[in-house]
């Protein structure tokens, strides 16, 4: 394609000197229009990579699983194929044995009973082999279907993460952080962006942050968005009628942030409030900087889990 580029702009140079302008710019254009294409497909080319990367790992646990359950098919057509190489023989004994009437009847009997009961064997060695193949089956669209919603349900939430993160881009980084995990999203706000020190009041900048977050999620109705308070471990300096200690605390301060949300557009059937006080800490509290980390609230946004639950619960 470079090559092609490289004689096409030696073309135009050449020709520019011997055709109109109008031929030349004609041209021009064509040599630009070539260029972006390229552009394109380089693109479409690393996307596709990285799709067919993805997949192949899909595909190497699904032939896994597969090989599994076809070790126990194959386990299962060897036990199928000795019971018949026994009945058969005991056929041919029996069928010896009504040749012979000298021999003793209490033996043709036994022989008979016997062969009746390896004929039972075979036949619920077939029908359990039929079931197996038949569980095989469902096994593996019950596999293909799961996969294809967790990639679904992946693809939803880095999405969701980008475009919370994008409506927050105005934020600094240690005021706020969005990120996923255990397939939720999580929007960590720091104490000093949302409130002051034992205060339940929003301060007006953590009120426009939480208004861009609910702008940017509004529209989906299918999010369970749940709103934690998190103190550190040093007691609140005043108690009153309705707090007592951070645990209340945290779990005023999550109600004025949902109050704000919800205000803002979200549903209150989507938001929950909870405060855990100092309960859940993710630093240190020994030290000033812990203290500051672990003094902040946390929006947990839960894409609809719904059609995954009723998979497992088919299982």
């Known amino acids: 394609m470079n090559r092609i580029i490289f004689l096409f702009c030696g073309l135009i140079i050449f020709s520019a000197s011997c055709v109109t302008q109008k031929k030349y710019d004609d041209l021009l254009s064509d040599k630009i229009n070539l260029e972006t294409d390229l552009a394109n497909s380089r693109d479409s080319l690393a996307t596709a990579l990285s799709t067919i990367e993805r997949l192949n790992g899909e595909i190497a646990k699904l032939k896994a699983d597969t090989a599994s359950l076809g070790k126990k098919l194959r386990a299962t057509v060897s036990d199928l194929k000795n019971l018949s190489a026994d009945k058969s023989q005991l056929q041919t004994k029996y069928d010896n044995l009504l040749s012979n009437s000298g021999k003793m009847t209490q033996d043709l009997a036994a022989q008979q009973e016997r062969l009746l009961a390896l004929k039972e064997s075979l036949e619920q060695t077939k029908r359990e082999n039929e079931k197996l193949s038949a569980d095989l089956a469902v096994r593996e669209e019950k596999v293909r279907e799961l996969e294809e919603i967790l990639a679904n349900k992946d693809k939803a939430v880095q999405a969701l993460k980008d475009k919370i993160t994008q409506a927050l881009l105005n934020f600094k980084e240690s005021d706020l952080t969005v990120s996923v995990k255990n ?7 720091a104490e000093q962006l949302l409130f002051n020190s034992g205060s339940t009041s929003v301060d007006p900048k953590g009120v426009s942050a939480l208004q861009q977050l609910a702008k940017a999620i509004k529209d989906q109705t299918d999010l369970n968005i749940m709103v934690e308070g998190h103190t550190d471990n040093v007691p609140i300096g005043r108690t009153s009628q309705y707090m007592n200690d951070n645990w209340d605390l945290s779990v ?39 203290r500051q980390k672990n003094r902040r609230t946390e929006i947990i946004i839960t894409p609809d889990l719904d059609e995954l639950f009723r998979i497992l619960d088919g299982n």
């Open 183 to 189: 397939g939720k999203v999580y929007v960590s706000l």
């Open 252 to 290: 005023l301060r999550a109600t004025s942030i949902i109050r704000i949300l919800t205000k803002a557009g979200l549903s209150a059937e989507q938001v929950t409030a909870a405060g855990r006080g100092e309960f859940v800490p993710v630093d240190d509290n020994e030290t000033k900087e812990g």
